[in-house]
């Protein structure tokens, strides 16, 4: 029992030197940091359920704002937090080959499927992969699958004008959610679902278990970052193998129908296909459709293409899905919850979108859509006071050097390894860059007011190369369902709405405690 008692003592010790000696990388590198927690380092209110993601985001920021970098501990790993404009472009855009890739994913060895999607992908082959896709996300692509994701837009008003009420009681994030979950099931797998009418549907049922970050699956992420070899021995994959095997199916059924009776459906199964034959290339140089969307860093080469496989295709329509499910129905929560509580700015809209629905007769067109200033402005601003996604991250592939700008800095050596994260949730509510952030402002974006915005300030969808290649489908969907919602309904807070909203502590995203109730209210001329 001594003996035990000594080993366990000793092995106690041990941890303690260990922990100790990684949670003093900071210190000893001269960079200014807040003292972390034992094991946890700073993170200890978020794992904990005391303080949400964004909110954690936030709090650091503003205690380092003047900083150009600081740093911070995940655990035990160190991570350095940039705040300064230029140096996020010099790291995200000019010196991107020295931080090309994103840390913390699992191992093809380990998942063998989720490895294969572009954002967990590295290096050369993230980069054939990207050069292969990016035709495939371009405005003339959006404008193929335009018609399948009004089609949604309009089946969701269709069933929520069908009801009694004068006002509809609504839970935002479960009504978009479903919406977005018809839009990817019908542009990304190439089947037709209605989750409004059918709740149960397989397709929602699994998406919901795939996009699930709570419980289990937070404390598997948790795993992912801290201890890649346990991940190894446990066997952990980021995606439950029902959900998988699932999606996989549909999609492998799908392609073979299509092959086999050569059915062509303008969806991004059709586009990966193509893509895979080669016959996807580079376009035009576009400009954005909207002040949010990314324009593509990653142009197509003469060499060959990757080969794409059955299993490639299952992996990006897989990542799609991930991203859009919560991403983009977060983003329509927030659309909503600000156009409920700003209703001059509503009516306003409104207006935008009554004299637009005239000109089309009643028709929305790609376009027209796109054209919808004041639509944008108002998204855009969404986006800016709440970014889905709070912080962005790289990770160092190549030794880099932060040169001294300031008479309190040194050289900062960045070794192979080091883990970046830009904290977009606190660079977009800086007062030092945009006024008031508080205050939800469409008119920041307006022809003559967006001039004056540093691009590196707003990165809702990343910067560089490695900036979300969704961008425009994301926001076309958005546009498509506030446009139909705002042209039939009024947006109206009701008994349950949470006013302000309070960010959930129990979620790693931007959920809100209590849910987000709203009313749509019918609009009577239409009626």
Same mark, same amino acid.
């Given at each position: ?10 092995? #106690?010790?041990? @941890? ?25 380092? $700073? ?12 909110? !954690? ?31 996020? &472009? ?34 050369? %082959? ?33 069933? !929520? ?11 935002? &994030? ?17 089947? %037709? ?22 419980? #289990? ?17 446990? %066997? ?36 990966? /296909? ?31 293409? /990757? ?6 295709? @299952?992996?990006?329509? #897989? ?24 209703? $001059? ?24 859509? /796109? ?26 592939? %190549? ?40 205050? !939800? $402002? ?16 707003? @990165? ?57 109730? !709203? ?9």
């Amino acid at each position: 029992m001594i003996m035990v008692g000594l080993l366990i003592a000793l092995l #106690l010790v041990l @941890i303690y030197v260990y922990v100790s000696k990684r949670q003093s990388f900071w210190k000893n590198k001269g960079v200014k940091h807040i003292k972390p927690v034992f094991l946890f380092g $700073d993170i200890f209110r978020t794992a904990t359920q005391q303080e949400n993601f964004s909110a !954690f985001i936030h709090r650091l920021y503003n205690q380092f704002k003047n900083e150009r970098y600081f740093g911070c501990y995940q655990f035990t790993t160190p991570i350095l937090i940039i705040n300064d404009l230029e140096l996020i &472009k010099k790291i995200g855009i000019k010196s991107f080959d020295h931080f090309h890739d994103h840390p913390g994913f699992p191992s093809e060895e380990i998942d063998p499927l989720w490895s294969k999607n572009l954002a967990a992908s590295t290096g050369e %082959k993230w980069r054939k992969m990207r050069t292969t896709l990016s035709p495939s996300f371009t405005s003339s692509k959006m404008k193929l699958m335009f018609n399948l994701i009004t089609n949604c837009a309009e089946e969701f008003v269709l069933y !929520f004008k069908e009801q009694q009420e004068d006002v509809i009681t609504v839970e935002m &994030k479960d009504i978009f959610t479903r919406y977005t979950n018809d839009v990817i099931a019908t542009s990304a797998f190439g089947i %037709k679902c209605d989750s409004l009418r059918n709740k149960d549907n397989e397709f929602y049922k699994k998406g919901l278990i795939a996009t699930d970050f709570s419980g #289990l699956a937070a404390l598997k992420l948790l795993i992912y970052q801290v201890s890649p070899m346990l991940t190894k021995l446990l %066997k952990i994959k980021i995606i439950p193998e029902k959900a998988t095997n699932f999606f996989g199916k549909v999609i492998k059924d799908s392609i073979k129908m299509r092959e086999e009776q050569g059915i062509v459906r303008p969806d991004m199964i059709h586009l990966l /296909m193509e893509a895979r034959k080669g016959n996807m290339h580079d376009e035009n140089v576009e400009a954005p459709e909207g002040f949010a969307a990314t324009e593509e860093g990653t142009k197509v080469s003469n060499n060959k293409q /990757m080969e794409i496989t059955d299993e490639d295709i @299952i992996a990006q329509a #897989l990542i799609f899905f991930l991203a859009g499910f919560d991403t983009s129905s977060t983003l329509m929560c927030y659309v909503a919850y600000e156009l409920a509580i700003n209703l $001059d700015i509503q009516a306003k809209l409104r207006e935008n979108i009554m004299s637009t629905d005239e000109k089309c007769n009643g028709k929305i067109t790609y376009e027209a859509l /796109m054209k919808m200033k004041y639509l944008d402005m108002v998204i855009s601003e969404t986006l800016r006071k709440w970014p889905p996604t709070p912080a962005t991250d790289r990770i160092c592939v %190549k030794d880099y050097t932060i040169p001294p700008e300031r008479p309190d800095e040194k050289p900062l050596v960045l070794a192979k390894g080091s883990t970046i994260w830009f904290p977009i949730y606190g660079l977009h509510r800086d007062p030092n860059i945009f006024e008031d952030p508080e205050r !939800f $402002d469409p008119e920041r974006f307006s022809d003559e007011n967006k001039s004056k915005i540093d691009p590196t300030s707003f @990165i809702s969808f990343g910067i560089g190369p490695r900036n979300c290649i969704g961008s425009r489908f994301a926001l076309m969907e958005t546009k498509i369902l506030i446009y139909h919602i705002i042209k039939h309904f009024e947006i109206v807070p009701v008994k349950k709405s949470v006013i302000p909203v309070v960010l959930s502590k129990k979620h790693f995203n931007m959920t809100v405690e209590g849910g987000m109730w !709203f009313g749509l209210k019918k609009n009577l001329k239409l009626k």
